[in-house]
């Protein structure tokens, strides 16, 4: 059983920043592509970056590129989401979520596991 903990969010001014952390347990996460998505109230859940299972490829949204980073500690199990210079429409639901396949996972359809999600509000 995998499970993935998310924690980090929270309330910030437009332009400051957040770090969001996704604990796994029950898995080696080095076999996991690791993805960070979003859903806003009144919108579907979308991916907003992600990062295969080394480390070595990871892909971004249009609409976060040069702002935020993904990346992942295998020792630790954990991967993170650096977000810089927020925006108010960045304000959403962040989950995490692991897929098996290991690669750089874009489509939501291909993750197997989720976290239960942290609120991150940015405020103008």
């Known amino acids: 059983q995998v499970q993935l903990v998310e924690s980090g969010g929270g309330l910030v001014q437009a332009g400051g920043s957040l770090r969001l952390s996704c604990a796994v347990s029950?898995?080696?996460?080095?076999?996991?592509?690791m993805g960070w998505f979003r859903q806003a109230p009144g919108k579907e859940r979308a991916i907003v970056a992600a990062i295969s299972g080394s480390g070595g490829s990871t892909y971004y949204v249009d609409s976060v590129k040069g702002r935020f980073t993904i990346s992942r500690d295998n020792a630790k199990n954990t991967a993170y989401l650096q977000m810089n210079s927020l925006k108010p429409e960045d304000t959403a639901v962040y989950y995490c979520a692991a897929s098996s396949r290991g690669t750089r996972v874009v489509s939501t359809a291909l993750y197997d596991y989720w976290g239960q999600g942290t609120q991150v509000t940015v405020s103008s």
């Open positions: 029950g898995r080696t996460l080095s076999s996991y592509g």
